[in-house]
Structures are given as C-alpha cells and as structure tokens.
C-alpha cells in the first residue's frame, strides 16, 4: 500500500487547485440577454395545485386568516405559508436559490431587494396584472429594474415625526415644517418637561444609512448618478449628516440612549418628547402607557419636515415576488394578484395594523378614521426608492457607521462623505 | 516514575492524605466556589424572573429583579405555540442522530489517531484541525447545495448529517487517549483480540469521561443549532426548536416578544442541564477505577 | 533446533483497519468540509453574489481583487485587531477561571460537587440571545451595575457605548458563557491521572502545590493543549456575542472578523464574504500551529 506522501499530497492539492481556477478563469459574465417583459396574462380561473409561500414572521403571521375569501374561491387550491425569523430571512432565501430550491412566491421588502430582481431569481410580473398606478409610486418603482417589473407592493411604511402632543400644547410649538425648525420644536418640547427632545435611532447600521439618505434626497442630493455612479460625496450630502448630527450636538437627542426596550417607555414617560418612527407605535404606545386612549390623548404626528429640497421621505414595507423556478406561477399569481386587491389590503390592516400599499384602501373607515395615520398617508405619497443596485445595502450600513463618527463629533461630514464614497466606489454596482 | 506500594501502605497513604486535606482552607474554598456560583447565576434569576413576567409589564420596567405580578402566561403560550410539539420531536431526533454518530465514529477516528499507527495519520489529523477552523459562513451554502442534491432537503437526516462526527469530537477523543496507557490495548493484542473488539470491550469503557463529554457537547452543538435547520428547512413541519420559537415570537409587528423569548430560553435550556446532571457520573469515571496491574 | 523464519514484523502499522475507524468522519468530511470549502476558495476569487451560484461558472473572475479590497478596508484591519484583543485576553482568562474551578471540584471538596458542575456549566447552555438581552441591560447606563456601583459611590459610565469599555464587557460575557466548557474539559483530563502516582508522591513527602505542579500539570498537558486550542478557535470566530450586545459598536470597537463576514453575507457579497472567511481560517490555522508547538508535549 502506498503512503499518500507528504509531497504527493501537496502535489495532488496544488493541481486541484489550480485546475480549478484555470476552469473559473476561462469564464465570465456573459453580455445581458435582454429580459422578456411579458409574460403570458394571468386569466380569472380558479386557481389550482399547491402554493408555496414563504415570508418573514411578522406581518405574514396572519395571512392564513386573511386569505380565507380566496380559499373560498379557489377549493382546488392549497396555500401553504412558511414563517421565516426576520433577522435571516434574507440568508434563508438566498441559499434556496443558490441551491434551486425555493418556494413558489416569496416575500420581499422594497427597500432592500434590489439584489433579487433578476429574471433569472424572479419571474416578471404579467401584463395586466395588477394596476401599478394603483399603488404607491416608489413601492411599485422599488421592484422593477430595467423596465421590467418583478414584485407586486404588499404593505407600507415609512418614517413620520411622532411626538407628544400634550408637551406641544404646553410649549405652544407646533410640528416643524422646515429643517430649520426642527432642532428648536424639540428644544421646545424639552422645555415643557421632557428629559430629551427626540428619542433618536441610535443602532447605527443601515436603518441610520437610510435615514442620512433621505436627508440628502431632501437636501437636494442623489444617491447614484443616472449612468451608474455613486454621487455620496456632495454637499448635499454633508448637510443632511450634518443636520442629522444637530439632533446630538444641540442636545436634544442622547447619542446612546434609549435603547430597544426603552424607546416606547421613555416616550410615555416624557424622557423623550418625540420618535421618528413607523406607524405601528400608534397601536402599542397604550400598553406601553398602561392606559387605554392614552395615545389618543397625548400623541400627535407630523410628516417629517422639509429640507431645501422638499420633505420626500423613503418607503418600505413588504413585496410579493413570483420565482423564476416555481412550477406553479399560474396560481402564485393569482395569489398575489387576491394580496393587492384593496378588500384584501385592508383585511390585513384589521388583522394587523399593516397598512396598505394600495392608494384607494387609505379611504377605507377603518384607516380613514385614525387621525394619527394621516402623516403617514402624506408622507408615503411624497416618497423615493434607494439605488436599485446589489450593493445599496453595504453602502447604508457603511453610512450607518459613518453617521455614529459624526453624530458623536469623532469626525466631520465631509470626511464621513469621503469615506462613505470611497467605500461605495471600491464596491461598485453590482450590475451585470 | 512511581515506587510501587504495598496495599497496605496505600490505603496509610490515603488516610494520611485525607487527613492533611481537612485543613482551615476548605470553608474558604467553599465559601469562594459559592460565591463564584452566585455571580454566575446572577443572569439567570433576571431570565428566569423575566420569563414570569407579563410583555407589558417587561415593557414598563424592565430592569426590574422581581415580577410584580408573576404569571405563567408567556410558558402557556409558548407551549400552545402552534407546532411546538413537533419543533421539539425533530430537534430530539435531530440530537439522537447526532449524539450517536459522535459517540461512535467520533470517537473511533480520535481513538485510531491516537493509539493506532497507520499510513496519513498525520494527513488525518491535520484536516481534523483544519475542520474545526473552517467557519460556518465560507461552507454553509456549498452544504446546502450538497443537501439538496443528496435529496436530504427538509428532512431530518439532512440536518443532523453534517454534525454526526464533528472534528471537536474526534480532538477530544484523540487528547483523552492519549493519557491512556497503552499497555492495556498492547495486552489484548497479543491476547489475540482484533481492533474492533478492543475498541468497544476495553478502550471505550476506559472513556468514560471523554465519551460524557463529547456526549454533552455534541447534543449541545446540535439542540442550540439554529441557522442550519433553518436553511435546510423547507417547511414549518421541519423546524427545530430553536427555529421554530423565533419564526413565532414577535407578538406585533415590529416588537420582540421578549416574556416568551425569555420563557422559551429557560425550556430550550433545561434538557441539556437534564442530560448533564445524568452525565455527572461519567464525569468522575477514570482510569483510577480499572484497577492498573 | 529452532529453525528462524524470516518473518514480516507483525507490523504496529494497522493502516487498513486504521482508516475503516476513520471512515465515517472522512465521509462526513469530504463532503461537508473538504468540497465546501474548496469551493468557498474558488469563490473567493470572482465577484460572486449569492444569485450567481446557479451558474457559478458564468461570473467573473477577478483574482485576488476582493483580498485586496479586504486589506485596504481600515475597518477589516480593526476587526482583525478586534479579534486579536478578544482572544489575547479572553482564552487564558476562561482558561485559567475554568482550570482553577476544575481543580477545586476535582480535589478541592467532597461535597455538593455535582451541583456546583451544574452551576458552572449552565452558562454554556444557555440561549445566547436571552443572556445578551439581560447583559444589555444590566450595562447599560441605567442598568444594574452602575446602580450597584452608585451605592458604593462610583458614578458609572455607559458601558456599552464607550469604544474603549464595550470590549471588556463583551469579552467578560464570552468569558461567562464558557469557562464552563473549560471546566468540564479539565474536569475529563483530571480524571485521566491515576490516583496511585498521587499516593506515591505523597508517599514520597511532596506537598500538594509540588503535585499540582510536578504531577497534574505535566500529565494534563494534552487537555491543556485541546482546551487552549479549542477555545482558540472559537474566540477567533466570535460572532454571538458581538453581534448580540453591540453589532459591533460602538464605532466598530466591537466588530470581530466573523461579524464582518456576516453583514457581508447578508448583502449578497459572496465573493467578498468567502475571502474574508478564508482570511480568518488562515488566521485561525496559523495561531493554532503556534499552540501544538508550545504546548506539546515533551516525551
């Protein structure tokens, strides 16, 4: 028996090795075979087979509920949902299509799915569909890359100013409605008594890098040139981290509090006077308070006060995508096409307070009569979607971190914004 | 190295010893261990006060050390969780899977690494080293493409089979047996013995704690297991605890339901300590046992 | 007469029946290490993102581009050094912590030692996420520590957002989870060292330090090497504990290597995350040869 010596073993590895990477190294992206943007329509049949569904824990938790009219409909239909955490719902995804074995429809969330619309990940949304105009421009715009559109908008959100009203009341201030305004509404409110004007986000990671992006857009500044170049190291730019950092320098904010578990308590407690937060604290800042009508009572909203370039704010929420390897997209889209119909959006609203990503179930009662949601509804129409590039959500998350060194006087704007571009540059697009 | 002693002088020996070990200083180790062992259950009466505690009134006044009003609420949800029942089989057939393939083909290859003599031993123990420092993240999509092409996606086997001879394992076995004399296994040899037999009949009774412990951290790797289940996963049905309690925790949008977090915590938790307390015995079996010629 | 027969040494070399022992782990190897992570290399080198795998051979290869990218990035540099700090401070310490407790159960005191393992080992168990939650809150500037410290007249600092405390904090939490682990290791090897060469020496008038010294820690040299090595390699690869107290802040002062390689991931940078991966199995394979030449065993 021969002994797998020393040097033939190196030997053996070396060529593996290397013939793997002559292998790889004849390879390369082949030119974009141009995507078809039809796909056959979708009729009004019942749907039949078997419907895979996988989404993140959380909204979807009451889909099984909600979708109870189309089971109806459809008897010969199953629908089966998988609830992944949210935390890995991503890496979950991703490794199914690495491996070709995902479900038939997937949630998506606009704000990060640029990486995903593919035609070879997703298969374009049929003509005919569903009405894009229907819904919220920048949730539709959000899932549809080189003119072909791959997801179909679920529900919404995006960021308003929530503060308390009562301390307003008392300050005699009212919402800002411009950038300058805001350092000293807060400032205001911690006269009336609070310990901190605004209970910032302080996790510095992507959600801060889209915060410090919306500032730019309201600052006049863009993200990514038109032909494909990031455009972070503008001016516009360093005043949005500048304004941004405003909320810790003037001392309204606290750079490192709250935390988590305290936001909402500190909120009701009046340490913080105000969130810049999505909507669904107007249903638990109640049992945070331990009072019912509580919320009614002392919290009022506002749509985020404007830069020199408007007050457009980013949107987020859920998504519907259709795999390029489902056997059944017949069904899943007829799936997806119940999910967007207004009766079913605001069935999702009483089950779980998601709101709607189409525009017309806004004027359902049940939405229509909570006051508080209207600074919602007005920023969401005043809304831009972040760079549909692979690489958006490194660059926030860079951001993010950039913004700490900022906010914390560890660095000035302009050199965050040199080093956000840098980073950004080294990256690249991602594009194909 | 060691004179040889009569009987009789030894069992002198031991009492002497045992005297001179009744000194002043055992109720100060005492006391230090106590104290050591209060510090380190310091985070646990907050797990386990919280998992008590009602989300609202963990919201309201989360540093709190004692329920203001406790409540065995978050562990009747957790148990009516919808699944729960089956997320708990599969992590329990998983860790079976598990615990066995480690016991015996663990155990074989560090036993052969170390007591036996043979052609690329050191080829072998070099990629048992270099298993154990490949991280999770360079391999675990190349794993699932492999899974899935075997046709193990969303079973149960599929998930335990890459953690059935962990290299962790094998390094145990190897280093333990390493201080075991090998004039014992040399004796059987010549006593005509083959390999297997010696292996089974006389080294892995010898073990003991090796095999305890591999026992412990093995169904420890595989019951705390999260993101691998779930990635192999393909449907609820197929979940393990760990994925199962986090795909239903949150009690609204955007909010962590932190009672049944904690409450969850304390459940995942207890059949590993179970499994340890039995264990303990294993633990203190040594060679001082076997009764050395 | 005795005739000799020229006989092939019965041969200590058991090769065949050797690898049969061995089987099992190497096919649970190949397929699970071996293939992965040759493959993971070959990714390291294109521009892959996590939806190319269906046609892996259709991406671009850039050489050691993402390497190159990686070494210039200051903040990979800081969490090499991150990670450093992290194992230079947290292996001896849980080394040392799990040692000493190992030691004092093993020979120390009779009673109530089943209890105390118990106890010890128990942060090992536990789920990672709940004890971050409690940690998180204990440190933080309202927490429980600074409110002991404040009875004893300390005004506290905000652990967890001073770069220069929220590694000492991490590190003691990581140190917590696993001294346990150590204990029970030492505890195994403890166990190996007959009682017999404990009665000689005593017999021959050596004192208990002189047979910690002269007697346990030499035979314990094996375990000691498996405890340094195993830890080694787990710190190096910190990720929970990070990720979970601090994701890495404040300003990175946290961020381990591992995490790193996780926001990479989740971005679909595979390229990028597998060369950041193999950037730590090298670090990871370089310090532990470090350790079996130190710590092995002098025949």
Known sequence: MSNLSRRGALRLTAGIALSLTLSLAGCGRSDDAAATGTAKPIDASPATGAINVWAAQGDADVLDKVIEPFKAANPDVTVKFTLIPNAEYYTKLQSAIAAGKGPDVAQFFPESQAQFLDPSILQPVPDGLVEPGGFFKSLWDAGVAKNVAYTVPWYAYTYALVYRSDLAEKAGAKAPATWDGMVPFLKALQGAGAGHGLGADIGWDVFNGQDVAMYAWQAGGSLLSSDGKWTLDTPAMADALKYNASFFTSGVADPSGPTFLDSQPYFVDGKTAAMITGPWVIGQLDAAAKKPGWTASHVATAPLPAGPSGGTSFSAGGSWGVLATSGNAAASWKLVRYLSQPGTQVAQYKAYSSLPAVMSAWEDPAIKGQPLLGAFLTQLTNTRTFPQVSTWQQVATRLGKEMEAVAKGKGTAEQAAASVQAYAESLGTGTR | MSTIATVRDTEMISARVAVRRRSVTRPLLYGALVLCALLTMLPFVWVISGSLRSLDEIRSDPGAWLPAHATLGNFTRLFATEGFGGYLVNSIVVAIIVVAGNIVAASAAGYALAKLDFAGKRLAFGAVMAAMMVPFTAVFVTQFVITVDMGLADTLAGIALPGVAMPMSVFIMRQYAMSIPGELLEAARIDGAGEFRIFFRIFLPLAGPAVATITIMSFLASWNNFIWPLIVAQSMSSYTLPVGLAATSQAASHVTDYGLLLAGAIVVMLPVLVLFLFLQRYFVQGVAGTGMR | ?299
């Not at chain 3, 971050?132 to 600092?157: D, E, M, R, S």
Request: aromatic letters at 12%; a positive charge; zero cysteines.
């Open chain 3, 1 to 299: 007469m005795t005739t000799t027969v020229a006989r092939r040494p019965r041969g200590s070399r058991r090769t065949g029946v050797a690898w049969l022992f061995l089987a099992p782990f190497a096919i649970v190897f190949l397929l699970y290490t071996a293939v992965p992570t040759v493959a993971a290399l070959g990714f390291s080198l294109t521009d892959l993102r996590g939806t190319d795998l269906r046609d892996p051979f259709a991406v671009d290869f850039t050489g050691l581009e993402n390497y190159l990218r990686l070494f210039q990035d200051e903040s990979f540099l800081r969490d090499i050094l991150n990670t450093a700090l992290f194992v230079v401070v947290g292996v001896p310490l849980t080394m040392g912590i799990g040692f000493a407790l190992a030691f004092a159960l093993n020979t120390g005191i009779r009673r109530l030692r089943g209890v105390f393992r118990v106890v010890f080992f128990a942060p090992v168990v536990t789920n990672i996420v709940a004890v971050a939650l409690i940690w998180q809150y204990a440190f933080n500037a309202g927490g429980t520590v600074n409110k002991v410290l404040g009875a004893v007249g300390f005004a506290g600092p905000n652990w967890l957002d001073d770069p220069n405390l929220a590694m000492p904090v991490v590190i003691l939490l990581g140190i917590w989870r696993n001294f346990g682990t150590a204990m029970v290791l030492f505890l195994a090897g403890l166990q190996a060292v007959p009682q017999d060469v404990y009665e000689a020496a005593a017999l021959d008038g050596a004192g208990r330090w002189r047979q910690l010294r002269n007697i346990t820690l030499p035979l314990l040299l094996p375990t000691t090497l498996m405890v340094s090595v195993l830890l080694t390699v787990f710190y190096l690869q910190v990720f929970d504990e990070p990720y979970l107290l601090t994701n890495g802040g404040p300003l990175g002062s946290t961020e381990s290597v591992a995490l790193y390689t996780y926001h990479q991931f989740g971005s679909g940078a595979l390229g990028t995350s597998s060369a950041a991966s193999f950037v730590m199995l090298v670090l990871v394979m370089l310090v532990s040869v470090v350790q079996f030449r130190l710590l092995r065993p002098r025949a």
